[in-house]
């Protein structure tokens, strides 16, 4: 199979079920924000491999998580790719992935120090990065708000409420491996009018 068939030359393209639409479909923007999260959760478990000369057990559990995560995402892009059909080459999206998520901020959160101002996004390679991940998160799951009211098959309930803990996850996922780098966090320091 060729990797290019030119079939989207034109400015369309495919969804699961057959329907073609335009690349600038919010469907498309939907599931190529999902993409481009899936990808820079990828960087991060680059970082956490290549970071030390050994890989922590901690470094090797978030290696273990951030593969379940991208797996869910695509699961979840699958569900984005076919809103428009009632496709069964969809992929299952279980109510219970927010709890699951919420046992894991559940778990993480405890091991670090209590906030008492908002931290810049900041600190090692990978803490920067799973920042990143957190605010391209946010951005998936308010295309995924808009996409479901717009006139779609799907309810995408569950879903929005697995984006939304998956970005609070990554903000504590960045503080836990930042503790772990021994990498300080930066405090915002507010600009006062003088």
């Not at 057990?57 to 076919?82: H, M, P, W």
């Not at 009632?86 to 919420?102: I, R, T, Y």
């Not at 803990?165 to 503080?175: G, P, T």
Request: charged share 25%.
């Amino acid at each position: 199979m060729k990797i290019y068939t030119k079939t989207g030359d034109g400015g369309n393209t495919g969804l699961l079920g057959g329907v073609k639409v335009s690349k600038s479909h919010l469907a498309v923007e939907t599931s190529g924000t999902i993409d481009e999260l899936n990808s820079v959760i990828g960087v991060v478990g680059s970082h956490l491999e290549t970071n030390r000369a050994e890989v922590s057990q901690l470094q090797t559990e978030l290696l273990k998580l951030l593969r379940q995560i991208q797996n869910d995402l695509f699961d979840l892009g699958s569900r984005v790719a076919a809103c428009l059909s009632d496709s069964c080459k969809v992929a299952e999206f279980g109510s219970n992935k927010p709890v699951e998520l919420e046992s894991l901020i559940d778990r993480y959160d405890p091991t670090l120090p209590g906030l008492t101002a908002f931290i810049l996004p900041s600190g090692s390679v990978a803490g920067c990065h799973l920042h990143l991940a957190r605010s391209v998160c946010r951005r998936a799951e308010r295309r995924l708000v808009e996409l479901s009211q717009s006139s779609v098959e799907r309810d995408f309930r569950t879903e929005q409420i697995y984006l939304n803990r998956l970005s609070d996850l990554l903000f504590v996922l960045s503080r836990v491996v930042n503790q772990d780098a021994g990498v300080a966090e930066t405090q915002w320091q507010v600009t006062r009018a003088d």
